[in-house]
């Protein structure tokens, strides 16, 4: 089976998934889109996928959003596309290509809804959030 999760390693939740995938017994294709990004049209693909409006996928913080005045509501799909591009930096992560579908993690346990294996045991947050019991379920 293959999993790919477009991942950042310097960010916490980018972290928290892919050790979600690791937990259900997986180990995916891991891409640092941040020294290989995507190409224009995958990037669209992706987005196409996950259902979100372009907008959605752009990440503010720790990029150069405002600075580029996208904050605009006036951009268009196109250009908004083309910054992340530009600049891969303003791409939220992680995003998750399994099976089941195309994602978005944050939170991080939205990967489980995409996850084709259930977790294997228990799973913590780096920042001490359990999310997943010791029998492999998902904490409410």
Known sequence: M???IYHNPACGTSRNVLALIRNSGEEPRI???LK???SRAELVDLIARMGLPVRSVLREKGTPFHELGLDNPT???DTLIDAMIAHPILMNRPIVITPLGVALCRPSEAALEILPNPQ??????????KIVDESGKRIS
Do not use: H, N
């Not at 294997?120 to 959030?129: I, L, N, S, W, Y």
């Open 120 to 129: 294997r045991g228990a799973f913590v947050k780096e920042d001490g959030e």
């Open 31 to 33: 891409i640092e889109y």
């Open 75 to 77: 951009l268009t799909d």
């Open 36 to 38: 290989t990004p995507p």
């Open 2 to 4: 293959t999993i790919t």
